[in-house]
């Protein structure tokens, strides 16, 4: 890896974690145990990884002594059992640069301009960052991240706007009837949901607060597909209207000011792949003691990593981790002696989390 100076306008840290999916939440915890410092980026606005963003209100059935929760309670779970260790995010943040620096640490960087210095670093990456899924429709490019937008981040900026909302899930119908239920004040002039098909996979409340707004007047709903935009007449680069292709074949215009879309969000490995680290389809190999990839210093837990053996499981992502932590102390604490300690037994630990048992009768 090439070397370079430190920036100085970079937090400092132990640890940095990236991707705040559930092994990477859990990699704070063993790090925390241990006390090491971490900061958690993830390309994503929220934390929880596939779970929360692909099966948020699934049960999982194979969480160690958890007989069922949902994706969105393992995350809020995990969030809880790693509070006491007060971890830092960097949300919707995709990390696109990993450097060793001449002092040994490692210089991470944002496609945001977030960067951050720390002794260990741990890809917790799962199936790479999160991206939204493009529409994808001729000329898009000169519209996108002004009138055609795939996150939303302030709604108040769409007043008095025609607005219309593409999607069929949670993203969309909550944006759409977020919009349309917004006083008048800072409301859109109008709100109209594209869907291709009259059925959605949205939460079922969601559906019927988007069916009842529309029975107000107060949002429209069309099926079909978004077939073209077109620029205004008098400057080619501000959206006026799409095209929209009808179950029956027939192509109408709805003139339009914004175009949110939520068509999902799928993953890239991205720029992972360029970091100068051994990798195996799209993996990092890493080895099974330490999980540690090529790069001393640098480790690999969870769905991002491979190993004779690897099974793409949450458990086992858990105790990748905890190994990984373990594996990082020469790197975290060089020279320290840190001893393997039992939550139940050690008053360090108990300490560390801000709890005080009673261990009388062990
Ligand atoms: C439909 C479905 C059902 C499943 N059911 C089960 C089940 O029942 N039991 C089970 O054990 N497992 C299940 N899995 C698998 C489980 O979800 C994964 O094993 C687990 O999510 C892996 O966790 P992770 O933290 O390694 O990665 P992820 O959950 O993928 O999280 C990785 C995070 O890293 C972020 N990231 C990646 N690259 C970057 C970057 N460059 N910069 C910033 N952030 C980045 C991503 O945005 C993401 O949030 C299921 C998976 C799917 C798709």
């Not at 009138?147 to 302030?154: E, G, M």
């Not at 909550?174 to 109008?190: E, K, R, S, V």
Request: charge should be neutral; hydrophobic fraction near 45%.
């Amino acid at each position: 890896m090439p070397m370079t100076e430190p920036a100085a306008d970079c937090f400092e840290t132990d640890a940095i974690i990236i991707g705040a999916g559930p092994v990477g939440l859990f990699q704070v915890f063993e790090l925390g145990l241990l006390q090491a410092r971490a900061h958690v980026i993830d390309a994503l606005p929220q934390v929880g990884g596939q779970p929360v963003e692909l099966y948020p209100d699934k049960p999982i059935y194979d969480i160690p002594a958890v007989p069922v929760c949902t994706g969105r309670e393992l995350a809020e779970a995990l969030m809880k059992q790693i509070a006491p260790f007060k971890p830092v995010f960097h949300l919707g943040q995709q990390v696109s640069r990993l450097q060793r620096q001449a002092d040994g640490r490692f210089l991470v960087e944002t496609t945001q301009g977030v960067r951050g210095l720390a002794r260990a670093v741990f890809i917790a990456a799962g199936v790479g960052a999160f991206q939204p899924r493009p529409l994808k429709v001729p000329g898009v490019e000169a519209f996108e991240g002004r009138h055609v937008l795939y996150r939303v981040q302030k709604p108040e900026a769409f007043a008095g706007q025609q607005v219309a909302v593409a999607g069929g899930g949670d993203s969309a119908l909550d944006w759409a009837n977020h919009l349309a239920g917004l006083p008048p004040q800072t409301a859109p002039a109008g709100v109209i949901l594209i869907h291709r098909r009259d059925a959605f996979s949205a939460a079922p409340a969601s559906v019927s607060r988007m069916r009842a707004l529309c029975e107000q007047g107060r949002m429209q709903l069309a099926i079909g597909q978004i077939t073209g935009l077109e620029g205004s007449a008098g400057d080619a680069s501000r959206l006026a209207a799409l095209k929209l292709t009808g179950v029956d074949g027939v192509t109408r215009r709805l003139p339009l000011d914004a175009l949110l879309v939520f068509h999902g969000m799928s993953p890239r490995l991205g720029p992972i792949a360029d970091w100068g680290l051994a990798i195996e389809r799209k993996q990092l190999a890493v080895d099974t003691e330490k999980f540690s990839t090529s790069e001393p210093g640098i480790f690999a837990v969870g769905d991002i990593n491979t190993y004779p053996g690897k099974k793409k499981l949450i458990l086992s992502g858990f105790h990748e981790a905890t190994l990984a932590a373990y594996g990082a102390l020469p790197f975290l604490f060089p020279g320290k002696d840190v001893f393997f300690q039992y939550t139940t037994t050690s008053p360090n630990l108990h300490r560390a989390l801000g709890v005080s048992p009673d261990l009388s009768d062990l």
